[in-house]
C-alpha cells in the first residue's frame, strides 16, 4: 500500500484546513487508516483514526470535537477536515494504514501501523 499525503498549507488561528491521503495498491476493506502529528522538537502523537469498514472514528481528546475524519471508498482516499486550528496544531500530519487482522496494538500507538505516508506540513499562525 501507498499513501499520498496532501492538503497541508499555512493557515490563521481560528480558519480550516482539510489534508487528504490517497491510497494505491489496493483496497482498504478491513484496514485502519490513521493520522498523526509530529510538531518540531515533540514526539509524534496520535491524532484519530477510522476503521475503513464501518466508519468508526477514534480522536485524540486534543482534537476532538474540531477534528473529523472520513473516507471515500470510490476513490480510495482518506480526509482530516481540520476546524478551529490553533497554533498548537502545527505540525507534519502523516497518514497510516494498518492491515486487518488481529491486531492488540491500540490503534492509538503508530507502532501498529504498517504503512506510512509522507508527512504534510500543517502551519497555523497566530
Known amino acids: 500500500v501507498q499513501l499520498q499525503a496532501s492538503g497541508g498549507g499555512l493557515v490563521q488561528a481560528g480558519g480550516s484546513l482539510r489534508v487528504s491521503c490517497a491510497a494505491s495498491?489496493?483496497?482498504?476493506?478491513?484496514?485502519?487508516m490513521g493520522w498523526f502529528r509530529q510538531a518540531p522538537g515533540k514526539e509524534r502523537e496520535f491524532v484519530a483514526a477510522?476503521?475503513?469498514?464501518?466508519?468508526?472514528?477514534y480522536y485524540a481528546d486534543s482534537v476532538k470535537g474540531r477534528f473529523t475524519f472520513s473516507r471515500d471508498n470510490a476513490r480510495n482516499t482518506v480526509y482530516l477536515q481540520m476546524d478551529s486550528l490553533n497554533p498548537e496544531d502545527t505540525a507534519v500530519y502523516y497518514c497510516?494504514?494498518?492491515?486487518?487482522?488481529?491486531?492488540?496494538?491500540?490503534?492509538?500507538?503508530?507502532?501498529?501501523?504498517?504503512?506510512w505516508g509522507r508527512g504534510t506540513l500543517v502551519t497555523v499562525s497566530s
Open positions: 497510516a494504514a494498518r492491515k486487518p487482522g488481529l491486531n492488540r496494538v491500540p490503534v492509538t500507538a503508530g507502532t501498529g501501523y504498517d504503512y
Open positions: 495498491g489496493r483496497t482498504l476493506s478491513g484496514y485502519v
Open positions: 477510522i476503521l475503513w469498514s464501518g466508519g468508526s472514528t
